[in-house]
């Protein structure tokens, strides 16, 4: 004869929840976005900084400035998720997934997004009249590892590079790691009332410091034990697509009991637009 245990009831929860994930886009609404992308690729045209020349005859003639135009070139990509759901699927479950599933959809996209614009940021661009011409984020605009992870001087040496630039003071952003956090919550100038009004020690996460708007993502580049941070200014970097993020939950008509196909996609690209506006911090993570 069986237990009572043999008898005991199992209930399972009516609502399917997702794990830890980044939820969507950290760095859409932390770039310059375009949403009239159309055609194989877009061309968005630049005007230089000019000097204003001062009259010191009578009757002068008028000098004119030499022309400063560029170029930069946007190439889309189709960035999409899918999952179908048969109709058993959900009796067996004992539930409705599509919503949970379209989420995580939605996420999965918007991570790719952060992708494409991490990628561009510290990538090449192309430029030029035909946009044929690869333009590099030079030395000049990159902070050296020299064996440490990300400090006071770092910081300092990126505000110094957009400042000698003459980036505008507001909307700069720094991208940082969880190792990054780390060595910042150690830093006394950071977790000191005394020079940052940001409790950033109680908080345990950055919000604003040296004029940076400060946002954690695990999706910077590293390679060898090295994080590349990147400092930037809003617009420094382009995210052209065809209206954002498209998501959709259809029945498919051409598979048997018509299962559900959640669906979701974006059709973008991006291009770092001047070099002078990034900056690229190297973090050992050693």
């Known amino acids: 004869m069986g237990a009572i245990t043999t008898a005991f009831k199992k209930e399972f929860a009516d609502t399917l929840y997702l794990k830890a994930q980044q939820a969507g886009s950290k760095l859409m609404t932390a770039c310059r976005h375009e949403t009239d992308f159309s055609g194989e690729a877009k061309f968005y045209n630049q005007y230089g900084s000019d000097e204003a020349s001062e009259k010191n005859?009578?009757?002068?003639?008028?000098?004119?400035?030499?022309?400063?135009?560029?170029?930069?070139?946007?190439?889309?990509?189709?960035?999409?998720?899918?999952?179908?759901?048969?109709?058993?699927?959900?009796?067996?479950?004992?539930?409705?997934?599509?919503?949970?599933?379209?989420?995580?959809?939605?996420?999965?996209?918007?991570?790719?997004?952060?992708?494409?614009?991490?990628?561009?940021?510290?990538?090449?661009?192309?430029?030029?009249?035909?946009?044929t011409t690869e333009t590099a984020l030079g030395s000049g605009q990159k902070v050296a590892v020299a064996d440490s992870g990300l400090t006071l001087p770092k910081i300092l040496d990126?505000?110094?590079?957009?400042?000698?630039?003459?980036?505008?003071?507001?909307?700069?952003?720094?991208?940082?790691?969880?190792?990054?956090?780390?060595?910042l919550l150690k830093i006394t100038e950071i977790t000191s009332i005394d020079f940052n009004s940001q409790k950033a020690l109680a908080a345990g996460r950055m919000a604003a410091f040296l004029g940076f708007n400060w946002i954690m993502t695990t999706r910077l580049y590293d390679a060898s034990s090295v994080r590349y941070c990147m400092a930037y200014h809003r617009m420094g970097i382009l995210l052209a697509s065809a209206g954002g993020i498209t998501t959709a939950i259809?029945?498919?008509?051409?598979?048997?009991?018509?299962?559900?196909?959640?669906?979701?996609?974006?059709?973008?690209?991006?291009?770092?637009?001047?070099?002078e506006m990034v900056v690229e911090v190297a973090c050992s993570e050693a």
């Open 57 to 131: 005859a009578r009757h002068q003639d008028i000098q004119y400035n030499p022309d400063d135009y560029s170029r930069r070139m946007v190439t889309p990509r189709v960035a999409y998720w899918s999952k179908l759901v048969d109709t058993e699927d959900e009796i067996s479950m004992g539930l409705d997934p599509k919503s949970a599933l379209m989420n995580a959809g939605s996420n999965a996209i918007g991570r790719k997004i952060d992708d494409y614009l991490i990628a561009a940021l510290r990538g090449t661009a192309m430029t030029g009249t035909d946009g």
């Open 250 to 275: 259809d029945k498919v008509i051409t598979k048997v009991r018509q299962p559900w196909q959640i669906y979701a996609d974006i059709y973008c690209g991006a291009t770092r637009m001047e070099e």
């Open 158 to 183: 990126a505000q110094e590079l957009l400042n000698s630039a003459d980036v505008p003071e507001d909307d700069r952003f720094f991208l940082y790691g969880p190792k990054q956090l780390k060595d």
